[in-house]
């Protein structure tokens, strides 16, 4: 058993415990393609079995997020669980928020999973312990109001991956009060069907691919590099079946990520 399941997570448990229930069902390894926070619904990566080493493709996709934000009231954490540390800000006017798509710099919430100094922001947090968190610079592909009440307001957005949809909250002068990924590069929340294990090719439909005969795959297999005009990152497979991630100079096929055969 390997390849890909799209999960429709629910607010409240961990990414790690959707794991955990997967791993139990499958009776394989598994792993995530990127975490979303206990507070945070929606779209979910899991990869099964071999699979798991394909998360490094998968990690950097863009993400599709829906969120109401609370203008005017900043909490410690960037959503509605942590201490409130501001109030009565000012409240973002429609323009300053739509003005936030393209480039922008953000704090990292406290309450993430970044590292400071070798450990978790969120169990420094919890500890109440006091951090600078690092600047980011995210791109905000899309950003579309869907309903501006203040001091309540509703985004749909599309972001870069890393971009946490907290801190854009926070920017604004505001928490977030829900969040929800529906899309994950070329994956929606829609297709999300914890029984339907996509096969590991399905789950590289971002990456270019090419066929390869049984000698090139023999190659492939075996650590060898092949001839070939692709460059960056190639799904190579065989008969339908994924047998490595390579990466391609223009002249050769490297393998990266080497599948086990059937």
């Known amino acids: 058993m390997q390849g890909l399941v799209l999960v429709d997570k629910p607010a409240g448990p961990s990414s790690f415990a959707v794991v955990q229930q997967l791993r139990s069902r499958y009776g394989v390894k598994a792993g995530h393609a990127g975490t979303l926070d206990p507070l945070a619904s929606g779209l979910l990566l899991v990869l099964l079995g071999s699979a798991t080493r394909l998360a490094r493709y998968l990690v950097g996709l863009d993400k599709r997020y829906e969120t109401e934000i609370r203008l005017g009231l900043r909490t410690t954490t960037g959503d509605g669980e942590g201490e409130v540390v501001e109030e009565e800000t000012p409240l973002a006017s429609l323009e300053q928020i739509e003005s936030l798509e393209g480039e922008v710099e953000l704090r990292v919430p406290q309450a993430s999973a970044v590292k400071i100094e070798g450990e978790r922001a969120y169990k420094l947090q ?23 009440q203040p001091p309540l307001v509703e985004l749909d957005l599309k972001v870069s991956s890393g971009t946490y949809i907290r801190a854009i909250a926070d920017h604004l002068g505001g928490h977030c009060r829900t969040i929800r990924r529906t899309a994950v590069g070329p994956f929606v929340v829609e297709d999300a069907a914890e029984e339907n294990v996509l096969a590991p090719l399905a789950a590289l439909v971002s990456l270019p691919e090419r066929g390869l005969d049984e000698e090139e795959t023999l190659a492939i297999r075996q650590g060898r590099s092949i001839p070939g005009s692709e460059q960056g990152p190639v799904a190579l497979h065989f008969a339908g079946h994924l047998v490595a991630v390579a990466q391609g100079d223009g002249r050769t096929v490297r393998p990266e990520t080497v599948l086990p055969a059937a």
Do not use: D, F, K
């Open 126 to 148: 919890r500890r109440g312990v006091a951090v600078e968190m690092p600047i980011r610079r995210s791109t905000i592909h899309e950003l579309r109001v869907v309903r501006y």
